[in-house]
């Protein structure tokens, strides 16, 4: 059984610019989400994604999308990038209710320069 | 807005003492989860608690969940180096995402 995998682990952009970030589900799980963890805080839910349509959103702004494949792995974009979202953002996976527990990647660190 | 408030935030501690982390809401949670995270990782699930009431132990981990659904602690006894991170809770709300607490950053020193 495979876990969740996230690409890439680290990532450098200059304000303004546009990130993609992937995550591969653990096998089985149909539902994925997204959050935002700031150093030494926990972490911020921004989206979550089930059967490919957005199943609830955190306080984020629009330039935060998503999107989940019928394989069900995901992408998370952010547009036009600030210095704040820089953070390592984390993608869970889970079998539907977040009863459940959810398994997380090891993460993608973006740094916003 | 529901919220999760842990303390505390921070604990550093000797090797072989006790601890205990708070978890608390105004909320009612279907489940409270526990998670741990390691410098450079991602949370790693300790636990589930779905009962008021219920206590769960995990080797020298003890959790419990309030009777009323709103609350949980984390209880480590002879506390080893091994022990050291960032201690989340996490709850799922009756309708709605999984929500985390700011954290518990525990040192636990030689």
């Known amino acids: 059984e495979t876990g969740v995998t996230q690409s890439p682990t680290h990532l450098i952009k200059t304000r303004g610019q546009q990130v993609t970030l992937r995550c591969s589900s653990q096998?089985?799980?149909?539902?994925v989400s997204w959050y935002q963890q700031a150093l030494g805080q926990g972490p911020q839910f921004i989206f979550q994604?089930?059967?490919?349509?957005?199943?609830g959103r955190g306080n984020f702004p629009p330039r935060f999308s998503g999107l989940q494949f019928p394989n069900y792995s995901s992408e998370l974009n952010v547009n036009a990038l600030e210095l704040d979202d820089s953070a390592l953002y984390l993608c869970?996976?889970?079998?539907?209710?977040?009863?459940?527990?959810?398994?997380f990647g090891s993460g993608t660190r973006l740094t916003v320069v | 807005t529901q919220l999760l408030e842990q303390s505390p935030q921070f604990l550093s501690i000797q090797e072989g003492e006790n601890l205990t982390v708070y978890c608390n809401s105004s909320?009612?949670?279907?489940?409270l989860q526990w998670y741990r995270q390691e410098p450079g990782e991602g949370p790693v699930l300790l636990v589930t608690?779905?009962?008021?009431?219920e206590v769960k132990k995990l080797k020298r981990l003890t959790f419990q969940f309030g009777d009323a659904r709103k609350d949980s602690s984390l209880h480590i006894t002879a506390a080893q180096p091994g022990d050291t991170g960032l201690y989340l809770c996490?709850?799922?709300?009756?309708?709605?995402?999984?929500?985390f607490g700011q954290g518990t950053e525990l040192s636990v020193k030689p």
């Open positions: 869970a996976s889970s079998l539907g209710r977040a009863d459940y527990g959810y398994t």
């Open positions: 608690v779905v009962t008021g009431g």
């Open positions: 909320s009612v949670f279907s489940s």
């Open positions: 994604y089930y059967r490919e349509e957005e199943n």
């Open positions: 996490a709850g799922a709300p009756t309708r709605g995402k999984l929500i």
């Open positions: 096998s089985g799980h149909n539902t």
